[in-house]
């Protein structure tokens, strides 16, 4: 059988590199083609997953709807055997229930349990404005906005199925929180900081016995300025630049805020995820200023 | 009762189904549609999803919240509306799932695909759901090639085993912001179901009769992005086999009917027909002129606009 594990993120907070890292475990001689990732694992507001199964049109259903058949999609997705041991999937969606009140994701029935990977709201700002082509503040607003959705349009079909996310802070209590699937915390900052064992001890968790040879050699295909240099040379397949041709690996790094954003920027995203901030360990401003003073 | 025409089989139903060919005549139909009892279960399954079951001749598709369909022998769909179902739910289910499984059940090889008529012959525009092929199709009437097929088409064979496309699509089904880009406020009629913002719309140009056409070029959709540049190139002819059974219209099916063979035989007659490309281009409203003009390109260079119309 082919043991489903989420990997569960707010968006910008390091999935896909996580997903490169595991994808690249396999590699023996060169990185893994970024662009040869999709059929691995795929994403749980996918639709083709969601066709397949339940063989409908999704186009032709509300985002409700589908919502309230994405549950019976992931208990067929666990059911399948794709001759793999694990199959990582990734989902964006905040841990919550359809309007018939089972959990969307279907608790144990689904995936086994869970990875979440968060990130520094503040780090998570500028990388969601460039993705969404937005500003900064407008990137700040949607991480404070509880109804804030992935591909929720209405007037076309959006890629891909509707995402819940809540607001950042929201996200990760949600997963957190929940009490259907085990879930391992992962910070981006202790994977940049600290790549190959922190990715090691995610996999373990997830049940997959992996060697530091093999994660180090991983890391070292999956490393950011090679990510870039194949992005550069041939795009990102998951990845629609507009105009500008902006990055989708853009910066990758840790505590860039404190060069990106404004005083008055920080301070929005301090008052507004304070708490959540201080639960994941992320010292905020005023902390230092103690710190500094004592 | 209503008479439809579709892959050139007569439809009776008692509830109306915007989009297709109004068929006349009281002959018995090929395929009859009716309100009635549907069982929520199907016991000894041959094979099943979440909302479906199947056994060779039967085939049972539950739609949450909308109704169940019951399939039997490729001849009959019996439907029950839950209580929470509107108006017209029904007739976008009957089109948008049932009637392409029906199809599968009679072992006729069935596409997900949107088409225009190009001198004479059907061009075909395959893809997933959401991959444009609606949009294309219709911007295609706009520029006067007629709309043979929209979202599902039937390929059947004439007596020297050369493809044959019937003309079934009458309305083309977009959503509001494809029908503003491509300015056809005026030519939008009513919601495919109340609840979206997906309308049927009345083409520029429809297939004046219901004549079978020939096949002509079958282009699968991609979106030209990352390493994927805008192109239309052919694929061999493995992958080109790929291509048209993952764009059967319920590719999933074809294995649990056993029908593998009849698309491994399609590629070989599409092949020598029309040929099948993979068109690559950017998922944007104003790439769409530039994308008919490669098409237009494409098809002076393979003699496609050539000939008597």
């Known amino acids: ?294 | 009762m209503y008479r439809y025409r579709i892959a050139g089989l007569t439809v009776s139903s008692d509830v109306e189904i915007p989009g297709l060919h109004a068929a006349a005549g009281d002959e018995a139909a090929d395929v009859a549609i009716a309100l009635g009892a549907v069982q929520e279960r199907m016991d000894e399954a041959a094979a099943s999803g979440p909302n479906w079951a199947m056994t060779p001749g039967a085939f049972l598709l539950r739609v949450p919240g909308i109704a169940r369909f019951w399939l039997t022998g490729g001849a009959a769909i019996t439907y029950q509306p839950e209580p929470e179902a509107a108006p017209g739910d029904i007739a976008a289910f009957l089109t948008g799932a049932t009637f392409g499984i029906l199809l599968h059940q009679r072992g006729l090889v069935v596409l997900h695909a949107s088409g225009v008529a190009v001198n004479g012959h059907a061009v075909l525009f395959l893809g997933p759901s959401g991959a444009g092929k609606s949009t294309l199709a219709t911007a295609l009437a706009q520029r006067g090639y007629p709309l043979v097929t929209d979202d599902f088409c039937v390929v059947g064979a004439d007596g020297a085993g050369r493809p044959l496309i019937h003309p079934d699509g009458r309305l083309p089904k977009l959503w509001a912001q494809a029908i503003r880009h491509l300015d056809l406020a005026d030519r939008q009629g009513a919601a495919v179901r109340g609840r979206l913002s997906k309308f049927y719309v009345e083409p520029p140009q429809v297939a004046a009769s219901p004549a079978p056409l020939p096949c002509g070029p079958v282009y699968a959709l991609r979106e030209a992005r990352g390493p994927v540049r805008p192109g239309i190139e052919r694929p061999n002819i493995v992958d080109a086999a790929l291509l048209l059974r993952r764009n059967a219209y319920r590719a999933r099916l074809i294995k649990q009917m056993g029908q593998d063979e009849l698309y491994f035989r399609l590629a070989a007659a599409v092949g020598n027909a029309g040929g099948v490309f993979q068109l690559s281009r950017e998922l944007d409203f104003a790439a769409m002129p530039r994308v008919i003009d490669a098409l237009e390109r494409h098809w002076a260079e393979i003699g496609q606009l050539a000939g008597a119309a």
């Open chain 1, 1 to 294: 059988m082919t043991r489903l594990v989420w990997l569960a993120s707010y968006p910008k907070s390091g999935n896909t590199w996580f997903r490169l890292l595991a994808a690249n475990l396999s590699a023996a001689n060169e990185p893994v083609d970024i662009n040869d990732m999709g059929e691995r694992g795929g994403i749980a507001s996918g639709r083709d997953a969601f066709e397949f199964h339940t063989l409908l049109d999704s186009g032709l259903l509300t985002h409700d709807e589908a919502d309230t058949l994405r549950p019976r999609v992931y208990e067929s997705m666990a059911r399948e055997d794709d001759g793999e041991d694990l199959r990582l999937v990734k989902a964006h969606d905040a841990y919550l229930t359809t309007a018939l009140g089972e959990p969307l994701l279907v608790g144990a029935r689904g995936a086994e349990r869970a990875i979440l990977i968060v990130r520094d709201p503040r780090d998570v700002a500028p990388s969601l404005a460039n993705h969404r082509k937005i500003g900064l503040d407008a990137a700040i607003d949607f991480m404070a906005d509880p109804t804030a959705c992935f591909a929720a349009a209405t007037r076309a079909q959006p890629l891909q199925l509707r995402q819940r996310l809540l607001d950042w802070s929201g996200h990760a209590a949600s997963w957190l929180d929940q009490a259907d699937l085990p879930v391992h915390l992962v910070r981006y900052e202790d994977l940049r900081l600290a790549t190959s064992a922190t990715f090691v001890a995610a996999m373990a968790f997830a049940g997959r016995e992996v060697s530091v040879a093999d994660a180090e050699r991983a890391v070292e295909f999956a490393r950011f300025d090679r990510l870039q240099a194949q992005e550069r040379e041939r795009g990102f397949i998951e990845w629609r630049p507009r105009g500008g041709g902006a990055l989708f690996f853009r910066r990758g790094e840790a505590q860039a805020w404190r060069r990106e954003l404004t005083a008055e920027q920080v301070q929005r995203i301090e008052s507004a995820h304070g708490p959540m901030m201080r639960r994941l360990g992320y010292a905020l401003s005023a902390d230092e200023g103690v710190q500094q003073a004592v």
